[in-house]
Nanobody, 121 residues
């Protein structure tokens, strides 16, 4: 199985930046397209960004376009989400997922446990 571990979450003021990392053991992450999702209390898990196996293709949800950047370093078995110009509405638990690059969480096979991102006003 593919084991994913997110890190890099925390508390940041509005307008600040964070970089999330999604790491896997060995070189397994490089075998799959990967996405980021987020979830807040009372809401369904929503798509944030996705990236192809080689990193040549990316896709973003409208609310984060121009502010977030997804990237990957397969040599380090890691996928990143650089988050700039953070807003309070970005507050959520962020999940890394592998196995697809669609916008639906139902299309992904592997998930991390999530990392909390809190943006204060």
């Amino acid at each position: 199985q593919v084991q994913l571990v997110e890190s890099g979450g925390g508390l940041v003021q509005a307008g600040g930046s964070l970089r999330l990392s999604c790491a896997a053991s060995e070189r397994t992450i490089g075998r799959y397209p990967t996405g980021w999702f987020r979830q807040t209390p009372g809401k369904e898990r929503e798509f944030v960004a996705a990236i192809s196996v080689t990193g040549g293709s990316t896709f973003y949800a409208d609310p984060v376009k121009g502010r977030f950047t997804i990237s990957r370093d397969n040599a380090k078995n890691t996928v990143y989400l650089q988050m700039n110009s953070l807003k309070p509405e970005d507050t959520a638990v962020y999940f890394c997922a592998a196995g697809s690059r669609t916008t639906s969480p139902l299309d992904y096979y592997y998930w991390g446990q999530g990392t909390q991102v809190t943006v204060s006003s």
